[in-house]
Nanobody, 124 residues
Framework: QVQLVESGGGLVQAGDSLRLSCTAS????????MAWLRQAPGKEREFVAA????????YYAGDVKGRFTISRGDAQNTGYLQMSNLRPEDTAVYYC?????????????????WGQGTQVTVSS
């Protein structure tokens, strides 16, 4: 079992930056992928970004590429999502998720472990 706890959400203005953190416990992440997904009101949950913990390989959804950066922290089992140039359409609850390493980063149903979510609100 992997337990995930997100932090760092908040209310910002368009164009601002924000960094989300995800701390994992229960297992070391060396053989896991960590991902960020988000769900806006009235919309389905969508993939944002993922990182393969062992290699550092990353994958992004098209509309965040170049604005968001997913990374592994120096502290073991802590991942980050650095979000820059935020837009009102980025407003959502952001979830951290993890899975054993597999193909298909963007398949949200392939992640069995989820955090509770953190709200990000971007005002125009």
């Amino acid at each position: 079992q992997v337990q995930l706890v997100e932090s760092g959400g908040g209310l910002v203005q368009a164009g601002d930056s924000l960094r989300l953190s995800c701390t994992a416990s229960g297992r070391t992440l060396s053989s896991y992928d960590m991902a960020w997904l988000r769900q806006a009101p009235g919309k389905e949950r969508e993939f944002v970004a993922a990182i393969r913990w062992r290699t550092g390989a990353t994958y992004y959804a098209g509309d965040v590429k170049g604005r968001f950066t997913i990374s592994r922290g120096d502290a073991q089992n802590t991942g980050y999502l650095q979000m820059s140039n935020l837009r009102p359409e980025d407003t959502a609850v952001y979830y951290c998720a993890a899975r054993s390493t597999a193909y298909g980063f963007g398949i949200s149903t392939s992640y069995p472990y989820w955090g509770q979510g953190t709200q990000v609100t971007v005002s125009s």
